[in-house]
């Protein structure tokens, strides 16, 4: 079974701050993807990689960067946090084009 | 500008009856459309997906049909279960002639099934 891996479940950060959140999965997954979760606006796509050092930006990437030197990590790093990043962050895998997303658990950001 | 929209935020349902969640969407590209399911504090689990050369598909208690003229999809539960109380997404993709496929992600139906 697939399992993504969010290393903190609640971060709380000041502005201004640089924030990492990292995300591991164990299937070899090829694609790996951040997005947002925010009531009433559902889940947005931030960054997506389809292969070790491969970024692409999804919709929202404004104020936000990622890393992936490794296959089974990506990395989401937010430069100088604002509360207006507040949010649930959830991190997902998938093995190919149109095949289903494995999310982990997510992360649960607070900036104030 | 939402390309998916689910206009529903909720919808209560009782144990045994039929729970019909709808999802709408604006981009005629689109052409592989699944659902999620989402507890609190999980991340969202892949349910049923439908590709857009068909118009119904079928896993168990759970069938997605797709109306293409419409623009609309829909997931049946049958019958619903108090565990399936859950907020549901769906989401769509459209072929990126690229090596990936970046989801499109509605905002959600909080469905409670009432026992």
């Known amino acids: 079974d697939v399992k993504v891996t969010q290393s903190s479940r609640y971060l709380v950060k000041r502005t201004g701050e640089k924030v990492f959140l990292e995300c591991v999965q164990d299937?070899?997954?090829?694609?790996m993807f951040w997005y947002r979760q925010d009531p009433g606006l559902g889940l947005r796509l931030i960054y997506f990689?389809?292969?070790?050092?491969?970024?692409e930006k999804g919709d929202i990437p404004e104020g936000y960067s990622v890393s992936r030197e490794k296959k089974e990590r990506f990395s989401l790093i937010l430069e100088s946090a604002s509360t207006n990043q507040t949010s649930m962050y959830l991190c997902?895998?998938?093995?190919?084009?149109?095949?289903?997303?494995?999310f982990g658990n997510g992360t649960r950001l607070t900036v104030t | 500008d939402q390309q998916v929209k689910q206009n529903s935020p909720s919808l209560s349902v009782q144990e045994g009856r039929i729970s019909i969640l709808n999802c709408d969407y604006t981009n005629s590209m689109f052409d592989y459309f699944l659902w999620y399911k989402k507890y609190p504090a999980e991340g969202p689990t892949f349910l049923i997906s439908i590709s857009s050369i068909k118009d119904k598909n079928e896993d168990g208690r759970f069938t997605v049909f797709l109306n293409k003229s419409a623009k609309h999809l829909s997931l049946h539960i049958v019958p619903s279960q108090p565990g399936d109380s859950a907020v549901y997404f769906c989401?769509?993709?459209?072929?990126?002639?690229?090596?990936?496929?970046?989801?499109?992600f509605g905002t959600g139906t909080l469905l409670a099934v009432q026992p």
């Open positions: 299937m070899d997954h090829e694609n």
């Open positions: 997902a895998s998938s093995s190919g084009q149109f095949k289903p997303l494995h």
């Open positions: 989401a769509a993709s459209k072929e990126a002639g690229g090596a990936t496929n970046k989801l499109i």
């Open positions: 990689s389809y292969d070790v050092k491969m970024k």
